[in-house]
């Protein structure tokens, strides 16, 4: 199984972007998704997840009322809408996958995509 994201790039502060990320494969019959981000010396944080069926979300504080994760019909692909961004969101972003339930845990999650970096400049 592998999990490809996209959509990082370098942004000023207060626009935004969309990160999304699609699976090529299934494990489970079923999973919940996730992103989570690391920035340099730091360790990875979580951002955000999402149920099988899209219906429950969750979010780290840090991001909550400014990122929004969705998941297509198709329940292959999520999406990461990122807007307001500031400099304290620069990290390299990355997708996770997972069995049922959603959750905030980074064990929880046993395929995990490459990464993509977003830099926000101030």
């Known amino acids: 199984v592998q999990l490809q994201a996209s959509g990082g790039g370098l942004v000023q502060a207060g626009n935004s972007l969309r990160l999304s990320c699609e699976t090529s494969a299934r494990t489970y019959d079923i999973f919940a998704m996730g992103w989570f981000r690391q920035a340099p010396g730091k360790e990875r944080e979580f951002v955000a997840s999402i149920s099988w069926s899209g219906l429950s979300t969750y979010y780290g504080d840090s991001v909550k009322g400014r990122f929004t994760i969705t998941r297509d019909p198709n329940r292959n692909r999520v999406h990461l809408q990122m807007n307001s961004l500031n400099p304290e969101d620069t990290a390299i972003y990355y997708c996770?996958?997972?069995?049922?339930?959603?959750?905030?845990?980074?064990?929880?999650?046993?395929?995990w995509g490459q990464g993509t970096q977003v830099t926000v400049s101030s």
């Open positions: 996770a996958a997972g069995p049922e339930p959603p959750t905030t845990q980074r064990d929880r999650y046993e395929l």
